[in-house]
Nanobody, 125 residues
């Protein structure tokens, strides 16, 4: 069982930056693939970014590529999402997720077993 808690959301103007954090409850955090998803009102939950358990492979949605960066600090049991050049279209509740499966595509929700409660990100025009 892994518990995840997101933080760092808030209200920013377009063009601004935020860094989201996701703290995990286990020291075995390093064995998990990690992902970020988001869900805007009236829309399905969509993939944002993912990082393999090794930390060597990253994946990004086309909509955020070049603006967002996912990283992890295994010593702190924390994964981050650095969000730069934010746009109003980025407004959503952001969720972090952890998954322990092997050989699965990390851009889908099926890859993950544990989910945080989400943190709101609002980008104003």
């Amino acid at each position: 069982q892994v518990q995840l808690v997101e933080s760092g959301g808030g209200l920013v103007q377009a063009g601004g930056s935020l860094r989201l954090s996701c703290a995990a409850s286990r020291r075995t955090f390093s064995t998990y693939n990690m992902g970020w998803f988001r869900q805007a009102p009236g829309k399905d939950r969509e993939f944002v970014a993912a990082l393999s358990r090794s930390g060597s492979s990253t994946y990004y949605a086309d909509s955020v590529k070049g603006r967002f960066t996912i990283s992890r600090d295994n010593a702190k049991n924390t994964v981050y999402l650095q969000m730069n050049s934010l746009k109003p279209e980025d407004t959503a509740v952001y969720y972090c997720a952890a998954g322990g499966r092997t050989g699965i595509v990390l851009t889908t929700t099926r890859a993950y077993d544990y989910w945080g409660q989400g943190t709101q990100v609002t980008v104003s025009s």
